[in-house]
């Protein structure tokens, strides 16, 4: 079974620049979760979905940060624009249904010059 | 909001001894506690979880007790081996579901051979 997939695993942009980044769950997975991961901390919660309802965006900067599930499957996360503490990984996770275990992509590095 | 605290942030051990790792939690409606592995370049695994239900959980080499009244569970790795070097990260969650979790700054672990 193919883990979660993320693509770009690497990302160089200047400041103010837009990227994005997707996800592919599990297949199955109908729960989907963007973390960003600042160098030596752990994981922090910017959105969490189920199907294509984002149930929680509480921590996600929606002046600069956007994200969509358009058909509960794959998701895309976008800045608009990139600022030098943006630099971090940005990891997904999927689970199935009810149940605790969240599996996690390898995740994308992004680097803000 | 829940917040989680992990000591050490780093530990080295000889090969073959054993290790703790351990987590403070401060929202007594977590109930929920899994541990994560992550390798360099990789997203955290799933090694092991306890609910509140329970005071203590093992897998083989791995164990994680948890102290509902002092607000703390740790991690025991027993005989450990090279590639149980990883950085750990232990996680609280209040949701009945486990589903959005805090995780901690993490611990780096290595282990010398």
């Known amino acids: 079974e193919a883990g979660v997939v993320q693509s770009p695993r690497y990302k160089i942009i200047e400041k103010k620049q837009p990227v994005a980044f997707w996800c592919n769950p599990i297949?199955?997975?109908?729960?989907l979760y963007w973390y960003l991961q600042n160098l030596g901390q752990g994981p922090e919660l910017l959105i969490r979905?189920?199907?294509?309802?984002?149930?929680?965006d509480s921590q996600l900067p929606k002046d600069r940060f956007s994200a969509e599930r358009l058909k509960g499957v794959d998701s895309t996360l976008k800045i608009q624009p990139a600022e030098l503490g943006d630099s971090a990984v940005y990891l997904c996770?999927?689970?199935?249904?009810?149940?605790?275990?969240?599996?996690f992509g390898p995740g994308t590095r992004l680097t803000v010059l | 909001g829940e917040n989680v605290e992990q000591h050490p942030s780093t530990l080295s051990v000889q090969e073959g001894d054993s290790a703790v790792i351990k987590c403070t939690y401060s929202?007594?409606?977590?109930?929920?506690f899994p541990w994560y592995k992550q390798e360099l370049g990789k997203g955290p695994q799933l090694i092991i979880d306890?609910?509140?239900?329970?005071g203590e959980k093992k897998d083989q080499r791995i164990a994680v007790t948890l102290n509902k009244t002092a607000k703390h569970f740790s991690l025991h790795i027993t005989e450990t081996q090279p590639e149980d070097s990883a950085v750990y990260f232990c996680?609280?969650?209040?949701?009945?579901?486990?589903?959005?979790?805090?995780f901690g700054p993490g611990t780096r672990l290595s282990v010398l051979p």
């Open positions: 996770a999927s689970s199935f249904g009810t149940s605790n275990e969240q599996f």
């Open positions: 297949s199955g997975h109908n729960t």
């Open positions: 979905y189920e199907n294509e309802e984002a149930v929680d």
């Open positions: 929202d007594s409606a977590s109930n929920y």
């Open positions: 306890i609910r509140s239900n329970v």
């Open positions: 996680a609280a969650s209040p949701d009945n579901y486990g589903q959005n979790f805090v």
